[in-house]
Antibody, heavy 123, light 113 residues
Framework: QVQLVQSGAEVKKPGSSVKVSCKAS????????ISWVRQAPGQGLDWMGGIIPIFGTSNYAQKFQGRVTITADTSTSTAYMELSSLRSEDTAVYYC????????????????WGKGTTVTVSS | DIVMTQSPDSLAVSLGERATITCKSSQSVLYTSNNNNYLAWYQQKPGQPPKLLIYWASTRESGVPDRFSGSGSGTDFTLTISSLQAEDVAVYYC?????????FGQGTKVDIK
């Protein structure tokens, strides 16, 4: 049974960075893409970007472009999401999710989700 | 970006009755070369991550009860819960993966009347 295990909760100061990890177990990490989605308190889902680990290719939502970096380490089956220049509005639960992809390396629908990592940005 | 608009924002349905949620995309998410609609539905219960219910607009994920069904094509989609159960109380989201910039609908909260 595939699982995505995320790192623990973080409290950060405005202007700093946070790096959240997502470790996959139970399935071949390299056969899938990993996407990151965040959810501010009481709000909806917001896609941030994703990566296909075996190719190292990443794609970011325009609203986060320049502030987010998504990487992956295939040797440890772990993906990472780093968000910089944090502000209070970045307080949210951050989820990683597994996505299949096609022959054109286009990921689609997310079928396995991590439990989420709470990031709190406060002075 | 493709804007996904769900309606209603919330609804309350009696146990055993039908619940219907619609999702409209600002442009078609039908990929004509393979005739697939790049549209998924997720269910999220409080304190839990989202759960995939439906993909390719109408394909039920393994293990999802058959009271959940998805339909539609192009820009107009529907998620139907044929007979609402207590455990179906949740927020439901549609999501398009047609564009490389994925977007979600704002969510529809389903409650028991």
């Amino acid at each position: 049974q595939v699982q995505l295990v995320q790192s623990g909760a973080e409290v950060k100061k405005p202007g700093s960075s946070v790096k959240v990890s997502c470790k996959a177990s139970g399935a071949t990490f390299s056969n899938y893409a990993i996407s990151w989605v965040r959810q501010a308190p009481g709000q909806g889902l917001d896609w941030m970007g994703g990566i296909i680990p075996i190719f190292g290719t990443s794609n970011y939502a325009q609203k986060f472009q320049g502030r987010v970096t998504i990487t992956a380490d295939t040797s440890t089956s772990t993906a990472y999401m780093e968000l910089s220049s944090l502000r209070s509005e970045d307080t949210a639960v951050y989820y990683c999710a597994r996505a299949h992809y096609d022959s054109q390396r286009l990921p689609y629908y997310m079928d396995v989700w991590g439990k989420g990592t709470t990031v709190t940005v406060s002075s | 970006d493709i804007v996904m608009t769900q309606s209603p924002d919330s609804l309350a349905v009696s146990l055993g009755e039908r619940a219907t949620i619609t999702c409209k995309s600002s442009q078609s998410v039908l990929y004509t070369s393979n005739n697939n609609n790049y549209l998924a539905w997720y269910q999220q219960k409080p304190g839990q991550p989202p759960k995939l219910l439906i993909y390719w607009a109408s394909t039920r994920e393994s293990g999802v009860p058959d009271r959940f069904s998805g339909s539609g094509s192009g820009t107009d989609f529907t998620l139907t819960i044929s007979s609402l159960q207590a455990e179906d109380v949740a927020v439901y989201y549609c999501q398009q993966y047609y564009s490389t910039q994925w977007t979600f609908g704002q969510g529809t909260k389903v409650d028991i009347k």
